[in-house]
């Protein structure tokens, strides 16, 4: 049974790597307008359960569902059929991903990247889509950025510009998977205060994350995985003050 | 006091006499016969000649590109069967030299006198149906498709294509999958992801070997003698050179016209690699620096 007010549901999800089993059974539900945040330690599945959301990876068993449909199948009498390629792109596109090494187009500028698939995919007419990328840029503080290339912006305003590349798209849900983690420390600040901007806007957010201050302020979950299982899920301040596991308090107790 | 490089000199030296002495050797041996190798340098049929080579240069690396992509691609299908199929063509095309291969095309014409499109095996299954019968759309003479200009072409454009896929595949593997995945989160669908995000990045890779391909495809098509393509520029001054009994100045002109035809493509190929290396480095661009020299005027 999938619950229609949900923008994402894992019931159960199971992933392997040829025999390593990574995902062991991840039970998760995000409501629209929340920010749920991830933490854990390195291999534990943070970005494999992200890239499921997405259908980048594809799940073994369980159920995942994006607001109400299940991602990578339909299904029909009780039975589950793949979706087509052409399909499962159809399903990406409502849903926003933020990569840690930042992933944009070296070959276009700033506001090409931005405008590349609302063009191509949302066949939005180039003026109106320009126009929209010049003010996404402006949004994420790069409107004086439109025309340079990635190579020749800082790390930050590189994240911040993969960032307005997704909104493009005008997702239902974002995801981010360590956002910060290959910057600068002096960068780290300006891509969180475009995050915190978003959530404060109400968009729905994923983000696997080693910033402790951003997921206490502006979490409204925070959940702890290790070794493929969710340990431990609650209120951030809750979980970060007062965590209920063991495990939960070793890690923190080497992060914090 | 500036070093000294006595050694230098002393090379420098050694090398311009050399080059003095090969210069009057040039000049003063009757048999280069400069103003005979001029005069017939541009002849008609020569200049015809040319053109013939630049044109089947271009054709065939046009298709041998275009089918090169196809099996590159082939080659990175996760069907076993495509990307085997692909594999076995590299390995086949790669192992045979082109003078071969353009022989062997040129005699398919004695193979079958006609070459007919239509459904396979169509005589076998209309006999199995107690008919006798066939279907067939076009009846092409095996004599006429594997001569001259064509042969060559089609000889040509299949072992180019066999390079020219490992270079192209090469090109895709260096891309980033970083590239792929977010252009699939964008909800891109594969063509697109290929034709918008990967090849034009897999080109910095890519056109460096292709212009070394074009300039080796130009100097191959004098292998063309094999088939042969009479048009063609070297099949014209060795005619000559025989036909007059001047056989080195015609061999020199060869030289000549091979040299400056590869100097015009090397040429080409430098602007194409800078065109391409675009978001390479933090090298401001042409219309970068015009934007940025506007908003200067601008403000000042
Ligand atoms: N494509 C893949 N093939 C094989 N193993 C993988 C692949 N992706 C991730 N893994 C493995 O899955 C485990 C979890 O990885 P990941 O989800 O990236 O963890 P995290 O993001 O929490 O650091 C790791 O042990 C990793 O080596
Ligand atoms: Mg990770």
């Known amino acids: 049974m999938s619950d229609d007010r949900l923008m994402v549901q894992a019931e159960q999800v199971r992933k392997s790597f040829g025999r390593t089993e990574v995902l062991k059974g991840i039970d998760l539900a995000v409501r629209p307008g929340e920010v749920m945040c991830v933490i854990g330690p390195s291999g534990s599945g943070k970005s494999t359960f992200l890239r499921c959301i997405n259908h980048l990876e594809k799940i073994d068993s369980g159920r995942l569902s994006v607001d109400g449909h299940l991602v990578g199948y339909r299904e029909k009498g009780g039975v589950l059929h793949e979706l087509r390629d052409r399909e499962v792109a159809a399903q990406r596109r409502d ?96 891509v969180l205060d475009v995050m915190r901007g978003l959530a404060t806007d109400g968009m729905t957010m994923v983000v696997v994350t080693h910033e402790m201050g951003f997921a206490r302020e502006v979490g409204d979950t925070l959940v702890f995985m290790d070794d493929g299982v969710v340990v431990e899920a609650g209120d951030p301040k809750q979980v970060l003050t007062d965590p209920q596991h063991e495990r939960t308090r070793a890690f923190l107790s080497k992060v914090l | ?186 909800g891109m669908g594969r063509g697109q992801i290929m034709r918008r995000i990967v090849l034009p990045q897999a080109m910095r890779v890519i056109i460096p070997p292709t212009g070394n391909e074009t300039i080796a495809m130009l100097k191959d098509t004098s292998l063309l003698i094999a088939v042969p393509v009479t048009s063609e520029l070297n099949f014209q001054l060795r005619a000559i050179g025989s036909r007059t009994f001047q056989v080195i100045p015609l061999a020199v002109a060869s030289i000549l016209w091979y040299v400056a035809l590869s100097s015009v493509l090397m040429a080409g190929q430098y602007f194409l690699e800078r065109r391409f290396s675009r978001g390479v480095g933090n090298r401001e661009t042409r219309a970068q620096r015009a934007a940025r020299r506007a908003d200067q005027v601008g403000t000042a």
């Not at chain 1, 109106?128 to 003010?135: K, L, S």
């Not at chain 2, 048999?31 to 200049?47: A, E, G, I, R, T």
């Open chain 1, 95 to 190: 849903i926003g991903m933020v990569f840690q090494r930042f992933n944009l187009f070296p070959h276009m500028t700033a506001l090409e990247n931005v405008v590349e698939a609302p063009m191509r995919v949302r066949r939005t007419a180039k003026a109106a889509a320009r126009q929209r990328g010049v003010e996404l840029l402006e949004r994420v503080g790069l409107g004086d950025r439109a025309h340079n290339y990635p190579a020749q912006l800082s790390g930050g305003q590189q994240q911040r510009v993969a960032i307005a590349r997704a909104l493009a798209m005008e997702p239902r849900l974002m995801l981010f998977d360590e956002p910060t983690s290959a910057l600068d420390p002096e960068l780290v600040g300006e």
């Open chain 2, 1 to 186: 006091m500036p070093v000294r490089h006595p050694g230098r000199w002393v090379g420098a030296a050694v090398i311009a006499v050399l080059v003095a002495m090969f210069v009057h050797m040039l000049v003063t041996n009757p048999v280069f016969q400069w103003q005979f190798m001029v005069d017939n340098m541009f002849s008609d049929p020569v200049l015809t000649g040319a053109r013939t080579t630049v044109i089947m240069t271009i054709l065939a690396m046009v298709l041998g590109v275009l089918l090169g992509v196809v099996i590159a691609v082939l080659r990175l299908s996760p069907n076993p069967v495509l990307s085997g199929v692909s594999w076995a063509y590299v390995w086949f095309f790669r192992a045979i030299p082109r003078l071969v291969l353009l022989f062997f095309v040129a005699s398919l014409g004695a193979l079958y006198a006609t070459y007919d499109i239509g459904f396979p095996f169509d005589t076998q299954l209309m006999d199995l149906f107690g008919f006798s019968a066939d279907l067939r759309f076009l009846s092409l003479d095996g004599n006429q498709i594997f001569k001259g200009f064509l042969a060559g072409l089609i000889g040509l454009t299949l072992s180019e294509a066999a390079y020219m896929a490992e270079i192209v595949r090469a090109g895709i593997q260096s891309v980033d999958p970083g590239q792929t995945e977010a252009a699939a989160a964008l």
